[in-house]
């Protein structure tokens, strides 16, 4: 599959999704403008998702992982393409931030709030909805709610007409067709257009594919000699492999231990302890 050049990106590309939101008073905004709140301050998070291009190059983020001044953690991503396993990837994701937490030694009973934000161009709920926000409730009393301090929100652009909240329609309405239709998405155009000028953000875009694809090479080399289509799947499950080696790479200068990273993971003990 042909990769899109890097001047054809838009805000729905998450590479260039990610690369403006890095800009605090957009990323700011559009979590005021999202839960209708006044927000003093974000903080930015060492992401679950980073990549390291070399020793000193800067971290590539491929998602939005911010902390607001009352401590609330807000993980955002963009989502192109419905693979029908949304709802436990924002699982996965919610446990990533909480394992992160514990793990620097506090109790779960200071565990802070945290928002997961997943973007849609898709509807993957089917309910026609904008805005989808999920938060543990009773199901015997709807009126009583869990309070466990997560929640979950997914955001329709395909529905941008369904909301009657202006910012929020706009900005819905430009991730889904690129119109521009208010000053906040005017000034994220204007982002946008200031990144397909920086070469260091066109270098890292060529880059973000190269450790997968890497990885699949080896594991298809490999398997060479067990057949096409066997090692085809072995370059698919070497790809996986190595995805799961460099999160937990990057759980580990999170400061994880390599108990919880393994959880997290899902690679053995002797694989993590054999990272340095």
Do not use: W
Not at 32 to 39: G, Q, S, T, V, Y
Not at 130 to 143: L, S, V
Not at 184 to 191: D, K, L, N, P, V
Not at 237 to 266: D, F, M, P, V, Y
């Amino acid at each position: 599959m042909t990769r899109k050049p890097f001047e054809e990106l838009t805000i729905s590309d998450d590479f260039m999704f990610c690369k403006v939101m890095e800009h605090e008073p957009i990323c700011k905004e559009f979590l005021e403008l999202l839960f209708n709140a006044k927000i003093e301050k974000i903080t930015y998070l060492s992401s679950q998702n980073n990549i390291t291009t070399n020793a000193g190059a800067k971290n590539i983020r491929l998602d939005v992982l911010v902390k607001d001044e009352a401590g609330t953690s807000y993980d955002v991503e963009m989502q192109v393409a419905n693979q029908y396993n949304l709802p436990k990837r924002m699982r996965y994701y919610q446990a990533v931030l909480d394992i992160a937490f514990l793990d620097k030694g506090y109790s779960y009973k200071a565990l802070n709030n945290s928002v997961i934000i997943f973007v849609c161009l898709f509807d993957p709920i089917g309910n026609n909805r904008a805005i989808y926000t999920f938060e543990n409730i009773c199901r015997e009393n709807k009126t009583i709610l869990l309070q466990d301090g997560t929640k979950k929100v997914i955001l329709n652009a395909k529905a941008f007409n369904e909301t009657d909240n202006q910012e929020l329609q706009g900005f819905l309405q430009y991730v889904k067709t690129g119109k521009v239709t208010t000053e906040y998405t005017g000034r994220i155009e204007q982002m946008i257009q200031m990144v397909k000028h920086n070469e260091l953000a066109r270098k890292e875009y060529h880059i973000l594919p190269a450790i997968l694809m890497d990885a699949m090479d080896e594991g298809l080399e490999r398997g060479k000699s067990l057949g096409l289509a066997e090692g085809k799947s072995l370059g698919l499950t070497e790809g996986a492999r190595q995805a799961k080696l460099e999160t937990a790479k990057n759980l580990l200068h999170l400061g994880l231990s390599r108990e919880n990273i393994a959880q997290a993971t899902g690679l053995t003990k002797a694989e993590v302890e054999a990272l340095k």
